[in-house]
């Protein structure tokens, strides 16, 4: 199936630790973004990389760090994980460029749980 | 600013027309789209309007815009028990950075 993929679809953990999500899209796009829904469902985007580099990078601690080995992956990692970091994060691609009319696909997201 | 605003809550009765709400404020938004997300589940693309265009329709789906106003409108017809889901309203500013809605929860009454 051509789709945004990502991994795991649940993570539970506690304050303090480090956990990573990943993210593969098979749609041949050259962007990918990461975006965060909060518990009222409100959507923001935090990155976005073009090829490998990046391109966006809203207002987020610099406990958040993306990666993108190559243009069909972009993962996040977070270090030292906070109870406000709770929240569903979402993967999205995109041709750059024509974002504005194809739209970006969305992956089916990671509900993290910090505890 | 980029606050783009939504009504929280809609309910309708099923077959009829449902209408969802959306305001934006910035004029240079190129594209204005609708995404589904129903509960558990990812965003869906549904439909999108150029900002030079004042309607479009697609099947059941009828988008008017009124760039004067800055709102946003997506009219659903003959509303099923399926549509139901939080519909987010988004604009594109420069072809890449999409910033969305508040969301409107659409509830289907038998």
């Known amino acids: 199936d051509t789709a945004v993929s990502q991994t795991p679809k649940y993570l539970v953990t506690q304050m303090g630790n480090d956990k990573s999500i990943k993210c593969e899209q098979n749609l041949g796009h050259d962007t990918m973004y990461w975006y965060k829904q909060d518990s009222k469902k409100f959507l923001k985007i935090m990155f976005s990389y073009n090829n490998k580099e990046l391109i966006i990078n809203e207002t987020v601690p610099n406990r958040f760090s993306p990666k993108s080995p190559d243009k069909a992956h972009l993962n996040l990692h977070i270090n030292s994980l906070e109870l406000g970091d709770s929240a569903v994060y979402f993967c999205a691609s995109s041709h750059r460029g024509a974002s504005g009319g194809a739209g970006q696909y969305f992956g089916p997201g990671t509900r993290l749980t910090v505890t | 600013g980029e606050d783009v605003e939504q009504s929280l809550f809609l309910s309708v009765r099923e077959g009829d027309s449902s209408v969802i709400n959306c305001t934006y404020t910035?004029?240079?938004?190129?594209?204005l789209y609708w995404y589904k997300q129903e509960p558990g589940a990812g965003l869906q693309l549904l439909t999108y309007?150029?900002?030079?265009?004042d309607m479009k329709q697609d099947q059941r789906l009828t988008v008017l815009l009124n760039k004067k106003d800055k709102h946003l409108s997506l009219r659903i017809a003959d509303t099923q028990t399926g549509d139901s889901a939080i519909y987010f309203c988004a604009e594109c500013f420069g072809n890449e950075k999409l910033t969305f809605g508040t969301g409107t929860r659409l509830t289907i009454i038998p």
């Open positions: 910035d004029s240079s938004s190129t594209y």
């Open positions: 309007i150029f900002s030079n265009m």
